[in-house]
């Protein structure tokens, strides 16, 4: 068999396995509607366990990292497919945020809500299953809403979604570059942004998110201004393109957080969030670091907040490797809530990719 023949064969394959990967998928998406009329869970890690092990036992010749990174990430594209309901975003359509609840989602009912603060609501108040917000950008850092809603809501972390972030300048069809003299969007955007801004000579102008920017451009007609926004947005509201990639640092990412009134069940890959208080005597911080350094725990973000009780006193938001149900972190947050003045776990999930 030749070189051309050879291709062609790994063509076929290649074609059968993404036919068995839809039909595992519609029929995972089957199996999710039949859990929720039933009352189920979506996550079953005991059988998640057994579909991993079945498939190292039948690897043969291929190597088990492989399988096995393979079969979790069909796992988890398997668990989207089956989850059902409505989830809140920062609206309206054409955000970010509803970027990262279709990486949660294949299909989800979305429901948008005007702040931050409104969307973990609606999740305490059961009108959602889900809600997403953002916790941090690579950039400009973490989102201080979400990190005081979380610490005072009884909301947990669900899963983590973490997107390449490529801000987009858009604004109405026929509207040139040189014409604008006003960008406007979210903060946040707008800052992750200030160089490109600059270089137009452009005024900013703040909005409650980067759909809010479009929709704003589009009903008042402003052929002067443009919104800085996902490129998704362009369609949702007839915007045309004028520049793609328009942030300062290549590598833009933003962190978001999937909340529910409940966390994730153990995958073996997991996150567990946490803020405490230290007690007011030397060596505080020194003693809690050294309680996962002792036990090999690796930390995957750590940060300081103002308490708002005083100045000078803080609150601390931690990241860890593992799941708060293993035996090795139900250990560790036992001794560690013998050494702080108050500890709350927001939640363990899954770690995004």
Do not use: W
């Not at 070189?3 to 396995?17: G, S, V």
């Not at 039909?23 to 059988?47: C, S, T």
């Not at 809140?88 to 931050?116: D, K, N, Q, Y």
């Not at 505080?284 to 009780?309: C, D, H, K, M, Q």
Request: aromatic share 4%; with cysteine; proline share 3%.
């Amino acid at each position: 068999m030749g070189i051309e023949e050879l291709r062609r064969e790994i063509d076929r394959i290649d074609r059968e396995i993404l036919r068995l990967l839809q039909e595992r998928l519609r029929i995972a998406k089957e199996l999710g509607r039949q859990k929720l009329r039933a009352g189920m869970r979506i996550e079953d890690a005991e059988r998640e366990r057994r579909v991993i092990e079945r498939a190292l036992e039948n690897a043969g010749e291929l190597s088990g990292e492989f399988v096995r990174d393979i079969f979790e990430r069909i796992i988890l594209e398997s668990k989207r497919a089956q989850r059902q309901g409505k989830v809140a975003i920062l609206g309206p359509r054409g955000t970010f945020s509803e970027e990262a609840a279709l990486r949660f989602m294949s299909s989800p009912e979305l429901v948008t809500a005007p702040t931050i603060q409104e969307v973990i609501e609606m999740v305490e108040r059961g009108e959602v299953e889900y809600g997403v917000v953002p916790v941090e950008n690579s950039v400009e850092g973490s989102v201080g809403l979400t990190l005081e809603m979380l610490m005072r809501s009884e909301v947990r972390i669900y899963s983590e979604v973490v997107l390449d972030v490529n801000h987009c300048l858009l604004a109405l069809p026929g509207v040139r570059l040189e014409q604008v003299r006003r960008v406007m969007s979210h903060p946040q955007a707008l800052a992750q942004c200030r160089g490109f801004i600059s270089s137009l000579g452009a005024t900013t102008q703040n909005t409650a998110s980067t759909a809010d920017a479009c929709r704003e451009i589009r009903e008042k007609g402003l052929r002067d201004a443009a919104a800085i926004a996902p490129r998704r947005a362009a369609d949702i509201y007839g915007l045309a393109v004028l520049r793609e990639n328009v942030q300062d640092v290549d590598g833009n990412q933003t962190r978001f957080f999937i909340v529910s009134s409940t966390d994730h069940a153990p995958t073996g890959r997991d996150k567990t969030s946490v803020v405490l208080a230290l007690r007011d005597k030397p060596g505080a911080l020194y003693r809690v670091l050294e309680v996962f350094a002792e036990r090999g725990v690796n930390l995957t973000r750590i940060e300081s907040r103002p308490s708002r009780r005083a100045l000078g006193d803080y609150l601390f938001f931690i990241d860890f490797e593992g799941h708060r149900r293993s035996r090795e972190i139900e250990e560790l947050l036992e001794v560690l809530r013998g050494r702080v003045a108050m500890l709350r776990v927001l939640g363990s999930y899954p770690a995004g990719a």
